[in-house]
């Protein structure tokens, strides 16, 4: 794929995102000024997540799925709590087939950027949830990929509005090793997903750093925080009752 294609490719799919998600965004606005003025309540919204742990050169699994749960759960209880959206697993996928190296060890960041835009994440795209951008509907899950290594000393990327899926680091999910061994890093993966940017609050859910087995970021978010998650395309609006 030419470079030109990878760009346009990915800059659509980051503008599409963000059209949805304002549409989607007003629709809601108006839903909870509906409700305030009836008197009637908002059930809580839905976001699904879809999970792929991939499988090394060997076809050994770099995880299993009962290893996720506790990082699952603190996940919804996290968005429940804070923002009133139920975190629910689609599915967990274990691909047997062995990754390519790319794929098991990915660069992060920027250079994770280059790589979609380059086609280098095919792999990954191949095994998230089918999404049809021609007609993007409102709740498409989110994908979190186990994959082995993260270069450098990031253990989840997320390449924000451009993307549908994330990465998460296995040694995460991993308690026999101590210094890797965090529950917070998918929930914060997953807001970088829903267009949530860091802040600078050691408390909170979107706080950059975070350093087991001491000092881990709280899970807390703001009120505006919540209401972009609330406002994400990925997110399905709760009933009114
Ligand atoms: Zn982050």
Known sequence: MSLLNGVTRTAARALGGLALDASS?????????????????????????????????????L???DALRPSLELANDVFTAEAGIRVRVAG???????????ALDPRANKLLLLDDVLGRTDFYRRHSAPVDLSSMVVGAPVTVIVVRHIAGRVTGCSLGISADWV?????????AQRHTYDETVLAHELGHALNLPHVRMARNLMFPASSPPEQIRGTELQAW??????????VVPGVTG
């Open 25 to 61: 965004g007003i629709a809601r606005a108006g839903e909870a000024a509906r409700a305030a003025l009836t008197g009637s309540t908002i059930g809580p919204a839905t976001l699904r997540v879809h999970v792929v742990i991939l499988s090394d050169e060997d076809g050994a699994p």
């Open 63 to 65: 995880t299993t799925p």
């Open 92 to 102: 967990i996928h274990l691909i047997s087939e062995p990754a390519p190296p790319r």
């Open 167 to 175: 990465i998460v680091q296995s040694s995460l999910f991993d308690p």
């Open 225 to 234: 925080q919540a209401a972009i998650l609330n406002a994400n395309r990925h």
